[in-house]
C-alpha cells in the first residue's frame, strides 16, 4: 500500500521559476529549477527578454521535468502547493494560475503557501530532529526577516528590514567594489583574503530592543569610504590594490554578519528558543553560517542551516511546507490571489 | 501645464523621509513620480515618506530592488517600482506598469532614467536625489505639484 504523501510544489515569486515533487514532507523526488536547466536547448526555441521574469514560456517545460525526474504519474500526487506571497504580482501569478489549473485538472485539493515561510523548511528539511521554540532569519536579495517559530504553520514575524535587505546590501556593495554579479559570492570572496577589521563600519541596530534591520547607512558608508570621503570626486575604486578591495569587502561583510547574529541572539533571547534556522539566499555565505554556529553554541543552541542547494529560491521547500498543510487539512479554494506583501500571514 | 522646478537640501536620512511624507500629503491619485540619483542617494527613503504620508506604515516600506514592485494599499494603491535590474522597457513594462497606472494609484519609479521611452507619454513628476555629502542631498523636484 501507498502511505507516502506526495507534494508538487511551484515557486514563481520572483526570478526564479521552479517546481519539485517531495514525499513526506522530507523525500525530494525531484526539484528543477528554470536557471539551472538548460530550456533553450532541450525545448527549442529562445525564451524572449520580455519574459524573462514573467515565467510564461518557463513553467510549463518546468512542470513537466518536475514530475518526470519524480517517475511518478499525476495521479499519484496528493496535492498541488503554490507560493501565492509574497513576491513580484506578476510574476506569482504565473505559477498560481498553473497550480490552480493542475488542481482542477487533477482533481488535486489545492495548498497556499507564503514563500519567505517556506524558505525556513529547507533548514529543517534534513534534520533529524528540531527543539521547538526556534529564532528564524530569513536572509536573501528581497527579504530580511527574524521569526518565532513555534512550529512551521505557528510563525510570528519578530522583525524585518526597513530599507535594503542584507542580499541587497551585499549586491549594490559588490556594484561599488566593481565585483561581479551576483555580489554574495564575489564579496564573499575578495572578504577571504581581506582584514575584517580593516574599516570600521557602521553597524545599525536601530535601538537596544528592535529586530528590525537597516542595511542603507552601511550601503552608504561603503560609498562614502570608496569616495575617499568627497561624494563629488571620482570613485576611488579603479585605484585601489586588490589588498583594499578585499579589506573593505571582509571589513563590509562583517558588518553585515555582526548585526544579523547580533539580532538572532536577540531574537532567539526574547522567545527562549532551542534552535536557530537559517535560509535564504545569503545563507550561503560560509562567514555567516560559522559565526550564527558560534553564536549558538556559545548559549547551548543547535543551528540548522539551510543545505546550499536549498538557500536560494527552490520549489522543494514549498512543496515540504505544502505537505504539513496538507496534514494539517490548510487547504485553499479556487479564489485564492497572489499578494504582494505578507510576510506574516500562514 | 508649466511645470517648476524647487531644490531642497536634505541633511539627513529623517529630513529626507519628512520630505517625502509631505509630498505624499499633496498627492491626489493617479500620480507617476520618478525617482532618480545614484547609489545610496536616498530614493528608497523618500518613497519611504510618500508611501507614509499617504498612510502606509513606513516600516513596511523598503527596497524594491529584488522584488522590483512592492505594492502597498492605504489612501491609494501605491506601486513602489524599481528599475535597477529591468534589463530592458519591454521587461519593465511586463511587470504590469500600465495596469498600475490609474485615479486611485500613486505610481513611484526608482531608477526611472532606466526606462524613459515607457515614461513618454506621461506627465510623470521628476525628482532628482544628489550626493552633496555622506548625509547631505540636493533633492530637486520637477512637475506639478503644490509643496
Sequence with gaps: MDNEIRILGIETSCDETAAAVVCNGKEVSSSVISSQIKLHEKYGGVVPELASRAHIEKIYPVLKDAIARASILPEQLDAVAVANRPGLSVALIVGLTAAKTLSLVWEKPLIAVNHIHAHLQSAMLEADALELPAAALIVSGGHTSLYDCRNCLDLKLLGATIDDAAGEAFDKVATILKLSYPGGPSIEKAACNGNPKAIQFPRSMLGKDSLDFSFSGLKTAVLYYCQGNDMKAPSRVNSMSENEIADIAASFQAAVIDVLVKKASRAAKKIGAKTILLGGGVAANSALREALEEMAEASGRKLLVAPRKYCTDNAVMVASLGYYKYKAGMFADMGLEAKASGEDSI | ?147
Design chain 2, 1 to 147: 501645464m508649466q511645470s517648476k522646478t524647487i531644490e531642497f537640501i536634505s541633511n539627513s536620512v529623517d529630513e529626507t523621509i519628512r520630505l517625502g511624507r509631505k509630498i505624499g500629503a499633496t498627492l491626489k491619485g493617479g500620480e507617476v513620480i520618478c525617482l532618480d540619483g545614484n547609489l545610496s542617494s536616498g530614493k528608497t527613503h523618500l518613497a519611504k515618506g510618500i508611501a507614509s504620508g499617504l498612510g502606509a506604515d513606513g516600516d513596511s516600506v523598503n527596497s524594491p530592488t529584488f522584488v522590483m514592485v512592492n505594492e502597498y494599499h492605504c489612501k491609494f494603491d501605491v506601486y513602489h517600482i524599481d528599475a535597477y535590474r529591468a534589463e530592458s522597457v519591454a521587461e519593465f513594462e511586463a511587470l504590469g506598469f500600465a495596469e498600475f497606472i490609474g485615479p486611485s494609484a500613486v505610481v513611484l519609479i526608482e531608477w526611472a532614467n532606466k526606462i524613459l521611452p515607457a515614461l513618454e507619454s506621461l506627465d510623470c513628476i521628476r525628482i532628482e536625489l544628489e550626493h552633496k555629502g555622506q548625509n547631505v542631498r540636493l533633492i530637486k523636484i520637477t512637475g506639478d505639484l503644490s509643496l
